[in-house]
């Protein structure tokens, strides 16, 4: 189950990080993308990004 939660933890933090750095501005990848420069995307990485934070925590503490 530990297992479980780090590499959903792990997969939604760097999501998040790229979702925040995407809607900023930061990250220009892809080209195409919807979610360059919006504002509205650095919100929802860190409400993911949090997330992912939260499981990793939750998967520490179940050792």
Do not use: N
């Not at 998040?16 to 919807?34: D, E, N, R, T, V």
């Not at 990004?49 to 520490?60: C, E, V, W, Y």
């Amino acid at each position: 189950m530990t297992l479980i939660l780090r590499i959903f933890g792990i997969a939604a933090l760097l999501m998040g990080l790229l979702w925040m750095g995407q809607g900023a501005g930061l990250i220009m990848w892809p080209a195409s993308s919807f979610m360059l420069a919006q504002k509205v995307w650095i919100l929802w990485g860190g409400v993911l990004a949090l997330a992912g934070s939260g499981l990793l925590f939750l998967a520490q503490r179940r050792k």
